[in-house]
């Protein structure tokens, strides 16, 4: 059993072709559309590194069904910005020390653009809540945590 | 949260730096951070072929039973699939292992532990796969399984391998073993089984070549050298046959250091003629590698009415699960560190490692020592008490130094600043905020999230962990490593087969290259078996080793290109230096950068590292066996909630002995990692099993702190450059997981006055 079906990914409508409708939006990313940057460690929601975008709300890649985000903007850790070209978020977690093996690196790179979205000035306390769905094994989150509030202080300089 | 300068981390690793950022001592930014960052980089789970099929494995669900019979007619069934695999398909030694062969490719009689691979197939979808594996028979005859590892040792359980149920005995005799008293402490001391739990499971994809002549595999491992001397004995192939290339490595903690899926993967691929990809999800992986020993230990100290140790006797009993692995070494590691970082002249050990129906154990960072020290650790703080000191005093009191013995009658002839560590350690600054916070915000209570505590029911502790870790493999074995740099026009390509999985081996390659030759760029080639081996990514030992064999290789083109300065402007070798990207006189004659002086020329040596020779230990344990030592200090503070049992950790402050940060933004994030490791130890990482069945092998079970769960971490890095180490550097990364888990249980009964014996510690130990 096979479907054809399209998927709006990171601005643009992709075909997904010989799907079975039982694949993950993680699976569907990954293996039939080539976007090997969203990352699954567990399958099942707990530690975040499938992360991305599903009109405009953080899910987990691996808990969505595919077919089921018809219709719907799914933005990946590819449409943050052009390869080369790091937004400052990526940047500021190459500077901060907060990538070491990065297996779950984008998956927090979306949940922060996500976080400073709805909060541009978050305390300590918010980042870690906002952010404890995403598991990093090598870290141990403090030079993450520093990452996030060296965006935070940059952003309110621009502005 | 650290008090140390972490200075700007500028410098990326793009080829166009030139300046003087980015040297050794510098906090220079990862090489693959901005990749990382992006989603662009290729882990090993990513890597795709042409025509690629999927692999997967089929494992036992019993601990132990007979194999009656094997039918995998119904999985040739299936459309889709191309290869069906099982023990009579390997086609050169059935057997792999890093320090006895005892393990099989696939169980073709016994099956040893839950999980253990029987058969393997090669299919068009992972769908396939799954559906092949299920239409395999496997008829079994069940048997008890050895799950007691006193069983092993009492002789009482029948061999459940040909090489028998005691994997090493060891014992260490030193000193006079007639010592005892005045002051004694007892005491004994288990540790759960903590999976390293790396987020990139295991992946690998295997090419073969035209004909089946030979194989290239992709793959995240620790060491690809010894990998491939394995791989090629279990396919019956040269060596030179079979190549093997670094896959991104998501994580590594000593799980990838044995065998998992590597053979399995070169025999589907050679047998369909295609490129074959294997991905474990992570109820596989839980199972398809090797654990951290569960371990007990009983101490008992002697000490005088002063607190001075004078006599230790202990038994370490380490769970080997069903497979030898690294047992006999992770053995050895813990009975020699049995005094922690306190001088001992008497003591009377003895160590199994055992042979069980469990998960096979091996390496994890610490590699015996962690538990180790959460007994020696347990022992000070009793000791502390009984002779009526603080619990630092009596650190303090017996500190180790420079030049004192381990109970093998080594010398420790490093860098040995005990005392040193526990005075910064005890000086950095508590934690400002009450229990609860100013703010009174649930969050910060343990239970967190849950907001299930009372805060007027809370109460916080404060406990010390001090540790000693051995650096670089042990016992006369010489893990060298391999080097080859090219200069060229103000260019440095290095080549080495170090693994990285993180630990950021390849930041300081570019800073050693930067510090040495001058050069601003400076690119790595390709990781793989095509040079001389680099020994393992793990034991703390890749700055040191491999840092050393980049170090000597840019030394020797160094003075290469000094001979070749020198006879150009009729100047003598010796006087000529590297200022920053200058070749210069010393005597103020000439100044010219390294590219002009490098222009049209090609420079290369390679280098090969060995540190110095070590010893087996005799019969009584005594030998130069190791071949290094760090230290390290940790203070937790806790907060505890005697009636439900929860603990949140709010601080820990530590100072390591790193000789010399070569990257002190680098280090702070081996320090922090380190901390959560120990901490999830501490008080939630552990495996279960229950009569040899895995009961928890999903990250809903299984649980790792989360960014509520770790403590602000404080640091202080103790710089007193080794002067037996390349660059006076030490290696960093597993003194932290060392002595943070007693820390942190030490805190906790503080807090409650109550003994704890065991980690993880539980709700139930808490409350009943």
Redesign the interface.
Known sequence: MSEIYQLHVNGESRDVLDASPGESLLYVLRERLGLMGSKGACEQGECGSCSVMLDEQLVCGCLVLAAGAVGQRIVTIEGIAPVGAPSDVQQAFVDAGAVQCGFCTPGLIMATHSLLERSPSPSEMEIREELSGNVCRCTGYGRIIDAVQRVAVARRGVS | ??DTD?G???A?FDGTHSGLAGRLGD?V??P????????????S??LTADGFLWGATLRSPHPYARIVRIDVSGAWKIDGVAAVITAEDVPGKATYGLISQDQPVFASDIVRFHGEPVAAVAAD?P?TCRRALAAIVVEYEVLTPLTDPEQAVDGSFPPIHPDGNIVRHQRIIRGDQSIEGPIIVEGTYEMGRQD??????EAALAIPAPGGAGVELYVATQWLHEDRKQIAACLGMPEDNVRLVLG????A?GAREDISLQVHTCMLALRTGRPVKIQY??AESFHGHVHRHPCTVWMRHHAGTDGRIRRIEARFLFDGGAYASTSSAVLINGITHTQGPYQCENATVHGWAVRTNNLPSGAMRGFGVVQAAFAHEGQMDKLAAAVGVDPVEIRLRNAMQRGDRLITGQVVDNVAPVARLIRETAALPLPTQPVGGTDH?P??LPGG?GRTADERHIVRGIGWGVGIKNLMYSEAFDDFSTARVRLADGVASVKFATVE????FITIVGQIARTVLGVGEVVLETIDTQIGSAGSTSASRQTWMSGGAVDGACRLVRERLFELVAAKYQLAAVQLEIDGTDVVDTLGTLRIPVAEATAGILIEETFEHHHVPTEDLDEDGQGNCHTAFAFVAHRAVVDVDPELGLVKVVQIATAQDVGRALNP??V??Q???????GVGLAVMEELLQVNGIVKNA???DYL?????D?P??VISLVEEPDPHAPMGAKGVGEPPTVSSTPAVVAAIRDALGKDLHRVPVRPSDICF
Not at chain 2, 196 to 201: E, K
Not at chain 2, 248 to 251: E, T, W
Not at chain 2, 671 to 677: D, H, K, S, T, V
């Open positions: 949260m650290t972490l700007t981390a500028a990326t906090s930014a990862r693959d951070g901005v990749p990382k960052a992006q989603g662009s980089y290729q882990f789970g990513d979808h769908e390293q739990a790396f987020l990139g499971l991104g490595v998501g994580g903690f999800d992570r915000d969050m910060r999230a999985v993180g630990q950021g933004l680098s702070v994030g320090i922090e990692g380190g901390i959560a490791q999903t990250f809903t790792l702190p989360t960014f509520l770790m602000d971490v």
